[in-house]
Each structure stands twice: as structure tokens, then as C-alpha cells.
């Protein structure tokens, strides 16, 4: 049986930890990139981590050591998933660090509320963002419209954005 | 269910890329996320283009649990042959070149 090209011979390996590095123009450049899936407060239950105290599930205690975590990477870009609490923590303290936010969907949709959502914070300084696209990833149930394993909770997105480099251009 | 999230996905990107017109030779494609899903997973063996299949060796060490149910087993049947179909019509093809992974580092 003859294959299609895999994916994994268009991929190139990075030669740094969490760190890609690409050429643009004449110039290499060096990217720094998080992700960090900072647990949604909502989730952060006995329930679902019983290893877990109740001081480290506490948001009051986990959330300026997951900012400080952000802002030790020195990473310019960061994916962040199950971000609740956004208006009342997240929004303020990423732009505090000079990051710029995208985020996924918010609120209800289709009826159900969302518990958490995604989002892209990307270094002011150091990028321009020029578009941004949703992906809704609970259309994939179209392609399976007879299966009830494809019906999906609220709020199941993916995000591309074109971030430009201000430096390198 | 993430399995077909992951080629979907790919395909939205794919799609995304090529309509960035004039900047498909340039643009860097960096791909972020936990994908909500684990590094020896099926979502993962669909970034890096393993051939799906009860006997094959997978370099991400991913294989079907010996206990998993055959209506699930046909589902993941039907989803890889969807993928293929999807990458013989070139349908991810604008993303060649611009997949770098970190995934040989973890």
C-alpha cells in the first residue's frame, strides 16, 4: 500500500529545550514559547486532585505563582489553556507583563456555559498581531452527524493567529 | 473523539495557511497547546503522521489498549482512513515546511 507523506518527514526537530529557532529574512531569530495549562479555577477541586491540599488548589495561592512562572520563562509567546478568571485576574496581570491577549471563546455557546477557554499572549514589544481565526473544534461532529460520541461540551476551540515579528519583520 | 479533533484541526490550519496569501513561504508554523492530550497518544501520532494500525510500530510508542471495544476500534478505523483520504488530496499539504516539533525533547 502506498502512503501519503507523513507529517513527521516535514517536521524538523528544534536544537533548543522549548525554544524554536527559524530563519527569517538573513537573520535567525530565537523564539521562546510556553504553554501552560494553568488549570482552571473552577476545576481545581478535591474531586478531580485529591494528592492536592486545599491551600494548593486555592486560587488565592496558585495564581501569582503561575503569573510568576510566565514571567520567569521569558517567554514571549504563551498558549494558555483552561484560563478562567480572566476578568478578575488573568487579563490585568498578563498585560502587567507586558503581554497582549488573545483569547478563545467566552461565555455560553450553544446554550452551554463554558468553564474555561483558551488564549495566546504574545510580547507587545516583540510581535504584531495581524490576524486571528477560531476554530470550533465541535464541528468535527459534522462529520459524524449518527454518533453520539462527537457531541461536545461548550467552548471546545483551537486558535490560530499570524503574529508578526516586529524586529526581524 | 480527539483523534478526529486532531485531524480536523490540521486541516483548519492547513487551510488557514494557504488562504495567508503570500505568506505561506515564510510563515513559521508553531503549534501550541496540550492538545488535551498525552505526548503517547493518538492525537500526537496524527502530528507526526504515524500509520495507524493494530500491529504497527509507532515511534510515539502509541498503540490501541488490547481491551478497547470495537465499535471504538472502527471509529478509529474510519477517522484514519478519513485522514488519509484527506492527506492523498493534498488537503494538509500547505503545512509542509512549516511543522517544527520539540517533541524529541520530552
Redesign the interface.
Known amino acids: 500500500m502506498n502512503?501519503?507523506?507523513?507529517?513527521?518527514?516535514?517536521?524538523?526537530?528544534?536544537d533548543v529545550?522549548?525554544k524554536?529557532s527559524?530563519i527569517?529574512s538573513s537573520h535567525p531569530v530565537l523564539?521562546h514559547?510556553?504553554?501552560y495549562?494553568v488549570l482552571a479555577d473552577q476545576l481545581a477541586t478535591p474531586d478531580f486532585h485529591p494528592l492536592q491540599t486545599s491551600q494548593e488548589l486555592d486560587f488565592a495561592f496558585r495564581a501569582p505563582r503561575i503569573i510568576e512562572e510566565i514571567r520567569q520563562s521569558g517567554a514571549s509567546?504563551v498558549?494558555l489553556?483552561e484560563l478562567d478568571r480572566i476578568d478578575d485576574f488573568y487579563d490585568e496581570k498578563l498585560k502587567s507583563l507586558g503581554f497582549s491577549v488573545v483569547y478563545g471563546q467566552r461565555g455560553s455557546q450553544d446554550g452551554k456555559k463554558a468553564k474555561h477557554t483558551?488564549a495566546?499572549a504574545y510580547q507587545s514589544s516583540e510581535w504584531l498581531l495581524i490576524?486571528q481565526?477560531l476554530?470550533d473544534?465541535g464541528?468535527?461532529k459534522k462529520?459524524?452527524l449518527n454518533?453520539d460520541?462527537?457531541e461536545?461540551g461548550a467552548n471546545?476551540n483551537?486558535m490560530?493567529c499570524?503574529l508578526q515579528h516586529r524586529e526581524s519583520n | 473523539?480527539k483523534f478526529?479533533?486532531a485531524v480536523?484541526?490540521?486541516e483548519?490550519?492547513a487551510k488557514?495557511l494557504s488562504e495567508?496569501k503570500g505568506?505561506q513561504e515564510?510563515?513559521?508554523f508553531?503549534c501550541?497547546?496540550?492538545f488535551?492530550s498525552l505526548p503517547v497518544s493518538s492525537v500526537l501520532s496524527?502530528?507526526?503522521?504515524?500509520?495507524f494500525g493494530d500491529d504497527s510500530k509507532q515511534?510515539s510508542a502509541w498503540s490501541l489498549p488490547e481491551s478497547i471495544p470495537q465499535a471504538r476500534l472502527d471509529?478509529y478505523k474510519q477517522i484514519d482512513q478519513?485522514r488519509?483520504r484527506k492527506?492523498?488530496n493534498d488537503m494538509?499539504?500547505p503545512?509542509?515546511?512549516?511543522?517544527?516539533?520539540?517533541?524529541?525533547?520530552f
Not at chain 1, 502512503?3 to 528544534?14: A, E, G, M, Q, S
Not at chain 2, 503545512?95 to 525533547?105: C, E, M, Q, W
Open positions: 502512503h501519503p507523506p507523513r507529517f513527521r518527514d516535514l517536521v524538523t526537530p528544534i529545550n522549548q524554536c527559524f527569517s523564539i514559547v510556553m504553554s495549562n509567546l498558549f489553556q483558551i495566546i490576524d481565526e476554530i473544534l464541528e468535527v462529520w459524524f454518533n460520541a462527537f461536545l471546545r483551537a490560530l499570524i | 473523539m478526529a479533533q480536523f484541526f490540521l483548519k490550519a488557514y495567508s505568506m515564510s510563515l513559521p508553531i501550541g497547546g496540550d488535551n496524527v502530528f507526526y503522521g504515524e500509520d515511534p471509529l478519513m488519509m492527506a492523498k494538509f499539504s503545512l509542509a515546511g512549516h511543522l517544527r516539533s520539540a517533541y524529541d525533547k
